[in-house]
């Protein structure tokens, strides 16, 4: 029986907008940081952010998402939507005559886009 070491890609990111940032929310850094990413991406005046949360990430993406509106006095309407994403993974071989194979997964999403209100 072949031993196989999984090996799981990183997402591919999208084309960005013109005025709008795209975030990737994930759970390896810390939401601290990760605030404040979405943070500086506010002070720097863009009127749309896209927040992008894939898997055991989608409760940070929507905290993130909520802390962001709350310490900015409300200033943004927050529209979420879901999504089914396909994930691609290797399966790399331990042995020498064995072969390395990939498989592909779905996997929930969730995508919140937070809009700056009119004044």
Known sequence: ????QLRKRPLTEKVSIPDQADLYINNQSSFA???AKVQKAVDK????????????SIPR????????NMNNHD???????T?????TDDL??????????TQTRLNSAIHIKLILKSR
């Open 33 to 35: 940081s990760q605030l």
């Open 83 to 87: 999504s089914t994403c396909e994930l």
């Open 61 to 68: 993406a929507a905290q993130i998402a909520l802390q962001i």
């Open 92 to 101: 790399i071989a331990d042995g020498d005559d064995a072969v390395s194979t």
């Open 75 to 81: 200033c943004f309407t927050l529209w979420p939507s």
């Open 1 to 4: 029986m072949e031993s196989h």
């Open 45 to 56: 005046g863009y009127s749309t952010i896209l927040l992008h949360g894939v898997g055991a």
